[in-house]
Antibody, heavy 122, light 113 residues
């Protein structure tokens, strides 16, 4: 059974930093692109970033570029999101999602974690 | 970035009735070289993560009931629920994967009348 479990969400002050983790099991982690997708409270979905199977390529949305860094550790079957210079508008549930397509950054998402809440507020 | 616009924003239908949700992209998501539409649909129930329903605009994900179907091409797409069940109450999102922005529609909230 495919499982994605996020952790690391917390209340943080504007300008602060946070590192999210996503522990995975039930599939060959190193064979899939992985993604972060977020959802502000009561709002819709926004793709944040993704990373190639071997970690050699990453892509992200304009609003987080230069502040967020996606990474992975294939030995630990884990995905990460380092979030720096956090803003109030980054407040959201952050989902880890598996990319369904292999060999391309253009993804739809076939498995999702339950999400972890990040709140940016003073 | 490609903008995805869904209509309506909310929809109420009776049990057993057909429900139709539309999604329009600001540019075509049909890739000419493989004739595939880079469009997916998701269902999100309260306090749950999204669930993949449809990909390539009309391919049903494994385990998804066949009352869910997707259609359309280019810039205009439709998700149809042929006979609405109580468990279909949710918010539905379309998503394009034609470019790296991976943008979603704003969502359509489906309720039982």
């Amino acid at each position: 059974e495919v499982q994605l479990v996020e952790s690391g969400g917390d209340l943080v002050q504007p300008g602060g930093s946070l590192r999210l983790s996503c522990a995975t099991s039930g599939f060959s982690f190193s064979s899939f692109w992985m993604n972060w997708v977020r959802q502000a409270p009561g709002k819709g979905l926004e793709w944040v970033a993704n990373i190639k199977e071997d970690g050699s390529e990453t892509y992200d949305v304009d609003s987080v570029r230069g502040r967020f860094t996606i990474s992975r550790d294939n030995a630990k079957n884990s995905l990460y999101l380092q979030m720096n210079s956090l803003k109030a508008e980054d407040t959201a549930v952050y989902y880890c999602a598996r990319g369904a397509r292999q060999g391309t950054q253009y993804q739809y998402f076939d498995f999702w974690g339950q999400g972890t809440l990040v709140t940016v507020s003073s | 970035d490609i903008v995805m616009t869904q209509s309506p924003d909310s929809l109420a239908a009776s049990l057993g009735e057909r429900a139709t949700i539309n999604c329009k992209s600001s540019q075509s998501v049909l890739y000419d070289s493989n004739n595939k539409n880079y469009l997916a649909w998701y269902q999100q129930k309260p306090r749950q993560p999204p669930k993949l329903l449809i990909y390539w605009a009309s391919a049903r994900e494994s385990g998804v009931p066949d009352r869910f179907s997707g259609s359309g091409s280019g810039t205009d797409f439709t998700l149809t629920i042929s006979s609405l069940q109580a468990e279909d109450v949710a918010v539905y999102y379309c998503q394009q994967y034609y470019d790296t922005s991976h943008t979603f529609g704003q969502g359509t909230k489906l309720e039982i009348k």
